[in-house]
């Protein structure tokens, strides 16, 4: 299982992030996808996670200005984030859970810029 991740660049300051993420290879369904990211000279941390049955799960620092998406019959995940914050800048990183263990993407850099 491959997970190929779209998205990032560089972003206005107030503007919108768009990241979506795909798995592709062995035959997988996830029971679980979302987004990590990891910022400059701190640890890896959460942003959000979404199951198969649609419960969503949103890390602090997104809460409230991010949504989470996913489409089960094409593994894809999509996550948006609005009004991004310099304190967004990082690389993100799109993971998915499933029976046969968890995959991670290369990961994807995102840099909010004035």
């Known amino acids: 299982v491959q997970l ?4 990032g660049g560089v972003v206005q300051t107030g503007g919108s992030l768009n990241l979506s993420c795909t798995a592709s290879g062995s035959p997988f369904r996830a029971r679980l996808m979302g987004y990590f990211r990891r910022a400059p000279g701190r640890q890896r941390e959460l942003v959000a996670t ?3 049955t649609g419960a969503t799960n ?3 620092p997104v809460k409230g200005r ?3 998406s996913g489409d089960n019959a094409k ?3 999509y996550l948006q984030i609005d ?3 310099p304190e967004d ?3 993100y990183y799109c993971t998915m859970w499933g029976s046969s263990g968890d995959y ?3 990961g994807t850099q995102v840099t909010a810029s004035s």
């Open 50 to 52: 979404i199951t198969d």
């Open 4 to 7: 190929v991740e779209s998205g």
């Open 58 to 60: 949103y890390a602090g």
């Open 89 to 91: 800048t990082a690389v």
């Open 104 to 106: 991670w993407g290369p």
């Open 66 to 68: 991010s949504t989470i």
């Open 75 to 77: 593994n894809t995940v």
């Open 83 to 85: 009004s991004l914050k």
